[in-house]
T-cell receptor, first 116, second 117 residues
Framework: AQKITQTQPGMFVQEKEAVTLDCTYD???????LFWYKQPSSGEMIFLIY??????QNATEGRYSLNFQKARKSANLVISASQLGDSAMYFC?????????????FGSGTQLTVLP | GAVVSQHPSWVICKSGTSVKIECRSL??????MFWYRQFPKQSLMLMAT?????????EQGVEKDKFLINHASLTLSTLTVTSAHPEDSSFYIC?????????????FGPGTRLTVL
């Protein structure tokens, strides 16, 4: 079974509007972390936001927020006020267990295009 | 955040030659480094996990004799693609987890684009 599922291969959004990128996950480990990364065409992986499984509140970082629904095992990324520079590939990832020295498992990604 | 560098950023080589890619943590000690491979329009796939001073742990399906990983110091891990073939052409990315920086975060290098002719 896929551990991380991103069902939207591509998404379009109008500039200045909000967009939600979907991510569902599967794990039996009670301790895990969920990450979102942005990958522009240059290839670098840019860390956006992190949500720990025990975090009570949804994570927010500037225009990025993570809609964490633990019972549904979803961790959707919300980008508010989209900008042209947000056009990129977005990956959801999960790390099972505690500590940063554990591997990340990535979803298949969503290609976001922001339209002027 | 912490900085991880990779060298070279791109390389073109002939089939049958070996290529070494370096991954360095510039401002922290990386006890664990990860090597990923990414084919065009696909996700990152973990190849191996390397811990300083010990042998790397390879993912299923990754040939350890072909992809040699050395993590000789707390700031440097190397990936050597031996006897490279065109199907090894890919984007190789390392990440580092260490003793400083965010407890929750791994730090990614900028990647190395390998083209084997």
């Amino acid at each position: 079974a896929q551990k991380i599922t991103q069902t939207q291969p591509g998404m379009f959004v109008q500039e200045k509007e909000a967009v939600t990128l979907d991510c569902t996950y599967d794990t039996s480990d009670p301790s895990y972390g969920l990450f979102w990364y942005k990958q522009p065409s240059s290839g670098e992986m840019i860390f956006l936001i992190y949500q720990g499984s025990y975090d009570q509140q949804n994570a927010t970082e500037g225009r990025y927020s993570l809609n964490f629904q633990k019972a549904r095992k979803s961790a959707n990324l919300v980008i508010s006020a989209s900008q042209l520079g947000d056009s990129a590939m977005y990956f959801c990832a999960m790390r099972e267990g505690r500590g940063s020295a554990r591997q990340l498992t990535f979803g298949s990604g969503t290609q976001l295009t922001v339209l002027p | 955040g912490a900085v991880v560098s990779q060298h070279p950023s791109w390389v073109i080589c002939k089939s049958g030659t070996s290529v070494k890619i370096e991954c360095r943590s510039l401002d922290f000690q990386a006890t664990t480094m990860f090597w990923y491979r990414q084919f065009p329009k696909q996700s990152l796939m973990l190849m191996a996990t390397s811990n300083e001073g010990s042998k790397a742990t390879y993912e299923q399906g990754v040939e350890k004799d072909k992809f040699l990983i050395n993590h000789a110091s707390l700031t440097l891990s190397t990936l050597t693609v031996t006897s490279a073939h065109p199907e090894d052409s890919s984007f190789y990315i390392c990440s580092a987890a260490g003793t400083s920086g965010s407890y929750n975060e791994q730090f990614f290098g900028p990647g190395t684009r390998l083209t084997v002719l």
